[in-house]
């Protein structure tokens, strides 16, 4: 009979030689053999199972997550190398240790192309087991990191997650920030566009006991309604055409850190109902499996629009609203912190002149005061855009601020430069703009996007839609 252990582990927990978020599966036919490691490794992960037939691993597998296998090579009924073989070819993407009695080169080599992470003879003593899963769990961690790494998008740049401004409002936010982060609730992060959701999420997340743990935004806008579930949940080998092969999810890329859940108000209306039970029940299961995977992920959401509406008009769930705003914090719009722009203009380019290869630029009393009047419906992003626009021109372009648009500014300057934007449709603006920004990058997209403070994918639909590549 397969058997499971689970060891409750706190998400706090801190220890030095165990491994709190990792599940084992042991198969021996010995019984000697199993007990011996359930019980060295029960103190040291959140569960251990174990099965004397590749058969029953199998079926263990079936409705269990398990990130590393100790299999014995010489099992009854099928052997443990032609298993891992099969296993492989499923896609289980977990670490497999091999251990037996009898080994030769041959076989080593064998275990090895057959998927094996490591390789032991029997018999051996605790250290040596220990080291073996301590390699395979850093490895594991390692080609996590490396996942999360790939497939967020942080441009490449080394980011900064530093919140700068000391204005009342700002110090009042960063307060709230340092006692959230200390606890575990899900946080919901609400405010316009710019004023700077993702770093406070970061911040979150650096600030907590879960900092040594991934840190994994998912953009819930950018993904195909077809394809979220499995991104965020995985899938099993053949849960849907062209899913040749098992995959993990996001949530489990994330475990023992934070999963930032970006635009959540996008996320379509099922899908909401699967994170709520999610959320509810703090285990996940894979597209098309019946493997129950326990989860401990810290969630913080964001959205720029207000999910109370979004409530209110039936697209959102109110039973996941309430569920997400256990902690709301709502960032203020720039115009309502205008003290901290000299201190934001003279961080963003201590921050972006090394990275862009560039002088820092100098800016003039008559420049900041035309910073400090204008509205900044872009918030700190457009700030931010404004002076690495600046930076690669080598002069600041204030008058830049007048010419695209920006809605909702309320001084002399913006209503004049309004009435005279009012004669040109917005469409035609945003063209000029567009075109101006990829001239001054010699027609970079990635640059220009990263400028725009848009996707790549969405200045290449504008491109393609204006034919103007
Ligand atoms: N207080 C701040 N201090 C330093 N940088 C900031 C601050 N607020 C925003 N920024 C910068 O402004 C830019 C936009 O911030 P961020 O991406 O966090 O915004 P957001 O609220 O997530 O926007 P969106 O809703 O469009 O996703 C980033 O480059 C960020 O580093
Ligand atoms: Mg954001």
Redesign the pocket.
Known sequence: MPVTTNTPTSPTEKTTEGWPFWSVLVVDDELGMRNFLVKTLVPRCQSVSSASSAEEAAALLRSHHVDLIILDISLPGQDGVSWLKELRDQGFSGEVILITAFADLDTAIEALRAGASDFILKPFRVPQILNAVKHCHERSRLSRENYVLKHTLSGGKS???????HSPV?NA?MNTVHRVAAVNSTVL?Q????????????ALHDLSPRAQGPFVPVNCASMSPELIESELFGHAKGAFTGATKARDGLFYYAQGGTLFL??VAELPLPLQATLLRTLEDLKIRPVGSEQLLPVNVRIIA???RSLKEEVAAGRFRKDLYYRLQVVEIT?PP?REHKE?IPD?VQ??IA?LSPVLGVAPLAISATELDYLLQYDWPG???E???LIERSLILGALNVSALYSVGGRGSTSAESTAAATELATTDLHTLEKQHIRTVLDSVQGDKTQAAQLL?ISRRTLERRCAEWALS
């Open positions: 980011v900064n997650h530093q919140l700068i401004g700002m936010l992060l405010g316009e566009s710019g004023t700077g959701k993702e770093l406070v999420a970061r970006d635009e964001a959205t720029n960032l720039l901290d934001l961080h963003f921050q918030n700190a992003r700030l931010h855009n403070g």
